[in-house]
């Protein structure tokens, strides 16, 4: 089977063995239906225990590139896709209606407070270290200090590997959709899921852009309602859309990024609420799984920290820096330097991490309460 553990390597043998066998599945070794070695033989080769490879398998079933079978073992669910206008998603049953949501959808209920002790301790640092640099104007990108401890979080917590340069910060989600559509054009479709955060629909229509509704199934956008639309920018939210629930599995994820790249088009990502997941690991991001540079990454804070925190942030693909540069470079930073310093020093610092930790095992030990 050619499994190999390295006990000198940094990551965990449960994250190694996932990582090779997700590669085996992605590559084609294992092909939708096939049947993965078992639990104890798999352990037996790597010389792990069976718990740390169902660990692992564990992972490739919350992303979607396995289902367990009871008594039977794990199968590939995986499927590359190919976008054709005839081609129908595998799952069909229980598909959702517009404007409906799946039983246990997310309710966009507050997730539990950031510390308020911790954020008044590093307000009072941010006063002390960055004194009269709280008054200057922001570069018009962001503060360097913010970009960077970004671009250091992002790297580490859900493998996008972006420089600074290409993120670009502002006052909330909203406002970035704003900026998206001047960057893309108004001459664009933009296709969004249905149902979906309203507001997504009512900026890019207020933007002037047209806007073409995609109906959700139970894995994301339907394959069939992709192949039919006339849009070449697809705005989804792959992680616990709202307010259906869903989270777009492996394939339908490399759907989008199919099309993306069949259309000369763009995707973007809306990863609102992703660092909450009660997955041993976050989702894979369109971002991270995109070979040519084809999505735009956006994600706030207003989860994580706080809802009156406005401030959010977009991470561009390089082919879009100098488009950007010419057509909105001249826009100024609308988040004050003294929310971007704070936010900077919660992530440098590990308090952010921390508190998305604690939440992410909560979360996990209220799902068992409830099984």
Known sequence: MNYRIDKNAGEPAYMQLYSQLREK???GVYRRGDKLPSKRLLAE???????????????????????PRERSGYFVEFDAPEIS?????????????????????????????????????????????YGERLLVKSPNRGAPELR?????????????FASPDQ????????????????LLGRDEIYAVEDPSYDKIRRVYSAAGADVELLPMGPDGVKSDALAASRARVLHVTPFNSFPSGVTAGATKRREYLALAARRDGYIIEDNFDSELTVSRKPEDTLFSLSADGRVIYLNTFSRTVAPSLRAGYMVLPPRLLTEFDRRLGFYSCTVPLFEQ?????????????RHINRVRRQRRRQGRTQV
């Open 167 to 182: 993120i670009i910060v502002g006052s909330g989600a909203e406002y970035l959709y704003s900026l998206i559509v001047q």
């Open 148 to 160: 960077s401890a970004l671009s250091a979080y992002l790297a580490r917590s859900c493998g996008i």
């Open 25 to 27: 599945i992605v590559g």
């Open 341 to 353: 310093f704070l936010l900077a020093d919660l992530l440098n610092d590990g308090d952010f991490e």
């Open 45 to 67: 080769e790597v010389g792990t225990s069976v718990i740390t490879v169902m660990h692992a398998y564990d992972i490739l079933c919350d992303e979607g590139y396995v289902e």
């Open 85 to 129: 206008p005839g081609w129908v998603a595998p799952k069909t049953a229980g598909e959702l209606s517009s404007g409906s949501a799946a039983p246990g959808a997310f309710d966009a209920a507050p997730a539990p407070a950031f510390s308020y002790p911790t954020l008044a301790k590093k307000m009072r640092k941010v006063l002390s270290d």
